[in-house]
């Protein structure tokens, strides 16, 4: 079956504009999960959703960022007046359930300019 | 503070030598999971150990776990070239509101 996509691939944009990022997770997997990850870095968790509710968003870096989920399946994940600071690769997973193993998207590299 | 640090930052063996990789981490658990990251293939689940389970083994990987040490490690057996990647520990908060990733290991194989 498929594996989760994200789009678009790759992003480059304008210090200031807004970007919607999008992630279709595996069908069926109840979690899914935003993480950013800079250049030779680890993951920075960012946020999870259990269907379509975030029990917690202080991973989300700051209220530039927000994320929603519709009908338990495709995520998106906006970032407001981007910044310099927010260029990274920005991965999504999901699971079947929170805390078991999660499958990733191939992530989209950001780039503010 | 972050939940999963390993060690050590870099690893260079030969092909054929093993490798281990080393995790720590600071609250209670209900697993811990390591993944592997190359730039060919992403990021891609290896093994899930229960917080109940002392050892794991999957092909050449081998994890053990010590809840009593708050540590894991993950041997790779035989190592190939195309073991070269990132390696990652990552655990879910028991509150299911969070999933840390330590800063991986960077292991490299040379041929």
């Known amino acids: 079956g498929a594996g989760v996509s994200q789009s678009p691939s790759n992003k480059v944009t304008e210090k200031g504009k807004d970007v919607e990022l999008r992630c279709d997770p595996i069908?069926?997997?109840?979690?899914l999960y935003w993480y950013r990850q800079s250049l030779g870095q680890g993951l920075e968790f960012l946020i999870y959703?259990?269907?379509?509710?975030?029990?917690?968003k202080s991973g989300l870096p700051s209220d530039r960022f927000s994320a929603e989920r519709t009908g338990g399946s495709v995520s998106t994940l906006t970032i407001q007046r981007t910044q310099q600071e927010d260029s990274a690769v920005y991965l999504c997973?999901?699971?079947?359930?929170?805390?078991?193993?999660?499958?990733f998207g191939p992530g989209t590299r950001l780039t503010v300019t | 503070s972050q939940q999963g640090e390993e060690d050590p930052q870099a690893l260079s063996i030969q092909e054929g030598e093993n490798a281990t990789m080393n995790c720590s981490y600071k609250?209670?658990?209900?697993?811990l999971q390591w993944y592997r990251q190359n730039s060919g293939r992403g990021l891609v689940h290896l093994i899930l150990?229960?917080?109940?389970?002392r050892e794991k083994h999957s092909g050449r990987l081998r994890v053990t776990l010590d809840t009593s040490k708050k540590s894991s490690s993950l041997l790779i057996t035989a190592s190939r070239a195309a073991d070269t990647a990132s390696y990652f520990c990552?655990?879910?908060?028991?509150?299911?509101?969070?999933?840390?990733f330590g800063p991986g290991t960077r292991l490299s194989v040379l041929p």
């Open positions: 997973a999901s699971s079947l359930l929170y805390g078991v193993e999660q499958y």
């Open positions: 069908s069926g997997h109840t979690a």
């Open positions: 959703f259990q269907g379509n509710s975030a029990p917690d």
């Open positions: 609250t209670s658990i209900n697993n």
């Open positions: 150990i229960r917080s109940n389970e």
């Open positions: 990552a655990t879910p908060d028991n509150y299911g509101q969070n999933f840390v």
